[in-house]
């Protein structure tokens, strides 16, 4: 099934999806979008286009498991997303996951604003990745 993933940050959002096959995740945009209901309509745009099956979040939690704040906020995007665009959602363990694409965009000599505007993308992907590598593991 086609699986869409979420990086919500509070200043950029990143999108990646994988293939029906949920083999390989791959970058799709970064939405540059703080006010949650012009995110949500941008994410709603998309899904429109791209028709998923499933929506995962990236649920930030605390190097001991606990959840933050911010898992909060992650959670409301995910209830939002269900009522207003009626599509599953899950949620998938996001620590390290900005930290790792830094390292991805590093080695292949990504700097500045390129960064800054690829960074959640990658994130998002590494999200997803995680998520279809899980499931093939159950």
Do not use: W
């Amino acid at each position: 099934m086609k699986i869409m993933s979420v990086d919500y940050g509070d200043a950029r959002t990143g999108i990646a999806f994988c293939d029906v096959n949920e083999i390989l995740a791959s970058a799709y945009t970064v939405i540059d979008e703080s006010y949650a209901p012009k995110l949500l309509k941008k994410i709603s745009d998309i899904v429109d286009r791209e028709k998923p099956s499933l929506v995962v979040i990236g649920l930030p939690r605390n190097m001991d498991g606990s959840y933050g704040f911010r898992a909060d906020k992650c959670r409301e995007l995910g209830e939002l997303i269900k009522s207003e665009i009626d599509i599953p959602v899950e949620y998938e363990d996001e620590r390290l996951t900005t930290v790792i694409a830094h390292d991805i965009l590093s080695s292949n000599n990504v700097r500045g604003k390129k960064r800054k505007k690829t960074v959640d993308a990658v994130s998002a992907v590494i999200i997803l990745q995680s998520f279809i590598d899980k499931r093939k593991n159950r």
